[in-house]
């Protein structure tokens, strides 16, 4: 697991070819390697971090990020992107996937309409999963990969419970949750944990570089 480093949240540092590759960079404290790809599911506070963007990137960095935010990015080459469409940068191969929800407190919050995505890298010979904020989606079942990183913390994406059935519907070797310790705190998150160990197998758990110290 060398090559995939958990920031914190949803936010991942990939180490692809000799490349950095960063999804979602956040709240960036003592991870300030300079990033040559970054990749951004939607623009939500917590996911396109203007400031942690300016801390990594330059003028050569190639951003993606979905069309409706491309002119917010602030440095580096910029390319919007749309879901269930191919991409390649630097010679790292990735694709988009659809991210939504569909459960309806929170369909407001990530529409299907805004067209915000999930990617599938190519990490070495490994493809990973990042789903962004989604709910578990109809696109998730029959999913192949090898490492399907799944938020668990409900609320704006979700639970572990949906969770568990996105590890059932994707083939995966790996289900690695994230996005959940700001959001369900200590004692939350343990719990999670442990529903999560419990019922999905090969659960890994990636400690993360900086821990969580921000809360919505």
Do not use: C
Not at 6 to 25: E, Q, T
Not at 38 to 60: C, G, N, R, Y
């Amino acid at each position: 697991m060398e090559e995939i480093e958990w920031i914190g949240h949803a936010s991942f540092l990939l180490r692809i070819k000799g490349k950095n590759v960063y999804i979602d960079p956040f709240k960036l404290d003592s991870v300030r390697e300079h990033a040559d790809i970054i990749l951004i599911t939607h623009p939500h506070f917590d996911h396109f971090d203007v400031e942690s963007i300016k801390k990594i990137a330059d003028d050569e960095t190639q951003v993606f990020i979905p069309k409706d935010s491309a002119e917010k990015v602030p440095v580096g080459r910029v390319t919007g992107v749309e879901p269930n469409k191919k991409y390649s940068a630097m010679g790292i191969e990735f694709r988009t996937v659809p991210a939504y929800n569909v459960v309806k407190e929170r369909l407001d919050k990530h529409p299907r309409s805004n067209g915000w995505v999930g990617y599938i890298v190519n990490v070495n010979g490994k493809w990973l999963y990042h789903p962004g904020d989604t709910d578990f989606i109809e696109e998730m079942k029959g999913l192949k990969v090898d490492i399907a990183l799944l938020p668990i913390s409900g609320t704006y994406t979700m639970d572990v419970n949906q969770a568990i059935e996105a590890a059932r519907a994707i083939s995966a070797q790996q289900y690695i949750p994230m996005h959940y310790k700001m959001v369900l705190g200590k004692e939350g998150s343990q719990k999670a944990e442990k529903l999560f160990k419990e019922k999905v197998a090969r659960a890994v758990f990636l400690k993360e570089i900086q821990e969580a110290r921000y809360s919505f």
